[in-house]
């Protein structure tokens, strides 16, 4: 069974930055599309970007020019980087195969976005 372990969130005030590490447990992460989805309380689950098993990536309009997806594929590992933050964007972050999931699903990282 795949795992996926999310890292790096916390709160910070608006216009700051994180990043966000998810690292998965699967011999066939350098061929897999991964993705970082996001969940605010009340609204559904909804994806954010995704990154293609060559580098090219994708980023919804709500985040294009502030976050950036990359991977590792050595480690396995797909980073979120997040600049210029806002409070809407507060949410629990996951990772996950785009655009199938795993069966399983991370724990998740909260990223908090507050004065």
């Known amino acids: 069974q795949v795992q996926l372990v999310e890292s790096g969130g916390g709160l910070v005030q608006p216009g700051g930055s994180l990043r966000l590490s998810c690292a998965v447990s699967?011999?066939?992460?350098?061929?897999?599309?991964m993705g970082w989805y996001r969940q605010a309380p009340g609204k559904q689950r909804e994806l954010v970007a995704h990154?293609?098993?060559?580098?090219?990536?994708n980023h919804v309009d709500s985040v294009k020019g502030r976050f950036t997806i990359s991977r590792d594929n050595a480690k396995n590992t797909v980073y979120l980087q997040m600049n210029s933050l806002k409070p809407e964007d507060t949410a629990v972050y996951y990772c996950?195969?785009?655009?199938?999931?795993?069966?399983?699903w991370g724990q998740g990282t909260q990223v908090t976005v507050s004065s």
């Open positions: 996950n195969r785009v655009p199938n999931s795993f069966a399983s």
């Open positions: 699967t011999n066939i992460f350098r061929l897999t599309v």
């Open positions: 990154i293609a098993p060559g580098g090219s990536t």
